[in-house]
T-cell receptor
């Protein structure tokens, strides 16, 4: 399968714990995006990378959130000290610099 | 100004009918308008996209109509099929070249057999 891969698919955690999600993009894509989607809503932009450089972060991305893309390959999204409001689907997408974003199936976070 | 307003929230269409979903925007700097289809438990998948210098684009049963002066665009699904039952999102991208999307709130389409 050469699509965007996200792990884990579902994470249940207690409030205050740290969680990390991993995204493996389509191998030749230079851009990688993170979005967050809550039930019944459209995805909301969080951040994006071109190669290893993080070019923009949304104000939705509080100091508890950090994303990295070492060596311009896979990316991780870490949430520290999780809160119940962090419960959502975290979507990763990759692309060439051409507009078509290819999304993964997402990582669903449930904070108890 | 950064919002994309989508309607209707839900839509029920008979098999073979035409499904129409509308979106409106305010920011005239948006320069790329894709439509995404999402099935439950899956990530969104690109259906069709248009740039503001084109008034209509057709791919198979899917057509985008774009009205730049009214700042509106719509998705038409011809000959709707039960397999089209999904949630559809319009989106707009800005600044130019970033492909950083602002998504609408989605339309849940159900096509009756």
């Amino acid at each position: 399968d050469t699509g965007v891969s996200q792990n884990p698919r579902h994470k249940i955690t207690k409030r205050g714990q740290n969680v990390t999600f991993r995204c493996d993009p389509i191998s030749e894509h230079n851009r990688l995006y993170w979005y967050r989607q809550t039930l019944g809503q459209g995805p909301e932009f969080l951040t994006y990378f071109q190669n290893e450089a993080q070019l923009e972060k949304s104000r939705l991305l509080s100091d508890r959130f950090s994303a990295e893309r070492p060596k311009g390959s896979f990316s991780t999204l870490e949430i520290q000290r999780t809160e119940q409001g962090d419960s959502a689907m975290y979507l990763c997408a990759s692309s060439f610099s051409t507009g078509e974003l290819f999304f993964g199936e997402g990582s669903r976070l449930t904070v108890l | 100004q950064q919002q994309v307003k989508q309607s209707p929230q839900s839509l029920i269409v008979q098999k073979g009918g035409i499904s129409i979903i509308n979106c409106a925007y305010e920011n005239t700097a948006f320069d790329y308008f894709p439509w995404y289809q999402q099935f439950p438990g899956k990530g969104p998948a690109l259906l069709i996209a248009i740039r503001p210098d084109v008034s209509e684009k057709k791919e198979g049963r899917f057509t985008i109509s774009f009205n730049k002066s009214a700042k509106q665009f719509s998705l038409h699904i011809m000959d709707s099929q039960p397999g089209d039952s999904a949630t559809y999102f319009c989106a707009a991208s800005w600044p130019s070249g970033t492909y950083k999307y602002i998504f609408g709130t989605g339309t849940r389409l159900k096509v009756l057999a």
